[in-house]
């Protein structure tokens, strides 16, 4: 099922942000973690997080990004009482990232949300891959944080069950893209016989937008799974932006793009959001958020995908997460 003109719409041309800075409260005592933080949407909301003195764990591939970052952002907040660590994290490695989730562990007992904003758009006709040999979108926008999160999971599960938690605060936010419903597979979502693509006959636009599908279906299976231990997971586009995540695609995309591109900050504003506004409760675990905060309608294959044989579906949300599983299963 293709796309409709209504729902391409609607994730281009937004209403105002309904959540700001201005609607958060003092953040003291809570702890964030912001994958791809170093720059972009990444560092503008690691920046909105520490403004209002949160704990901010600062994810960069180089613990001299990172701390550039942590320089810049302390630069443009001097009166906050938050903290900002610096934390290696290579999606592009599995076998790296075990390390980083317990350098986090090791010096925290609690957090409340984990942004997975890192993301990954590669040159339009060319495969790249991770070190472990994968699609390198799938790598780095699926397998690197699914891995990362599953790792983070019970230091999540026991904040979501500390008793000074306020229920449906802890949150995982997962970065989808309009680009998922413009150029993921009809019906299925995700080609799961071509996961790895041997059969590269799919350009790098396609691959973008179905690792994002594959963000969005992260969202709603990890809250199929743990949304009974307090855990609210979401799948979240946050808009079309003026960001440097395009930075390999050629001018002609750009122009067509452009006069739909928002500022950066709006992403961000989404982000925030998904991850601390009160409108978000344990009954909406699953869904799928749009810009600039809102909550959105899937397609109805979609919604198919979610569905087993038996139940009138594919099953294909359970499929990738299970492919999942089994592709970083080694380097837990």
């Not at 590669?122 to 790598?139: A, D, I, S």
């Not at 699914?146 to 000074?164: E, W």
């Amino acid at each position: 099922m293709a796309p409709s003109l209504a729902s391409i719409w609607t994730t281009s041309f937004h209403p105002k942000p309904a959540f700001t800075k201005k609607d958060v409260p003092d953040l003291k005592g809570k702890v964030y973690l912001v994958t791809g933080a170093n720059t972009g949407l990444g560092k503008e909301l690691s920046r909105m997080l520490y403004s209002k003195n949160a704990k901010v764990y600062v994810t960069a591939r180089t613990e001299d990004k990172a701390s550039q970052a942590i320089k810049d952002i302390q630069a443009a907040v001097p009166n906050s009482t938050g903290t900002l660590v610096p934390l290696v994290l290579d999606l592009a490695d599995l076998s790296t990232i075990k390390a980083s989730a317990e350098v986090f562990t090791a010096a925290e007992s609690r957090l409340h949300v984990l942004f997975n904003n890192a993301g990954y758009m590669g040159p339009e006709n060319k495969v790249e891959r991770t070190v472990q040999g994968h699609e390198m979108h799938f790598g780095v926008n699926c397998l690197g944080p699914f891995l990362f999160t599953k790792l983070l999971t019970p230091t999540l599960i026991a904040t979501a069950q500390d008793k000074t938690t306020a229920p449906g605060t802890v949150r995982v936010v997962y970065l989808t893209s309009t680009a998922a419903d413009l150029f993921s597979d009809k019906n299925t979502i995700v080609d799961m016989d071509n996961l790895d693509f041997h059969a590269c006959d799919r350009n790098a636009k396609y691959r973008y937008g179905a690792s994002k599908a594959g963000d969005w279906i992260y969202g709603f299976e990890m809250s199929r799974r743990y949304k009974d231990e307090g855990i609210i997971a979401l799948g979240v586009n946050p808009g079309n932006l003026k960001s440097d995540l395009f930075l390999h695609q050629g001018t002609v995309f750009k122009a067509l793009t452009g006069p739909a591109s928002y500022p950066v900050v709006n992403g961000a504003y989404t982000e925030l959001w998904a991850g601390l506004s009160p409108e978000v409760t344990l009954e909406k675990a699953g869904s799928l958020v749009y810009p600039f905060g809102r909550f959105g309608t899937i397609r109805k294959d979609w919604a198919a995908a979610t569905k087993s044989d038996a139940d009138g579906g594919n099953g294909t949300t359970r499929k990738f997460w299970d492919w999942s599983e089994e592709q970083v299963s080694k380097y837990i």
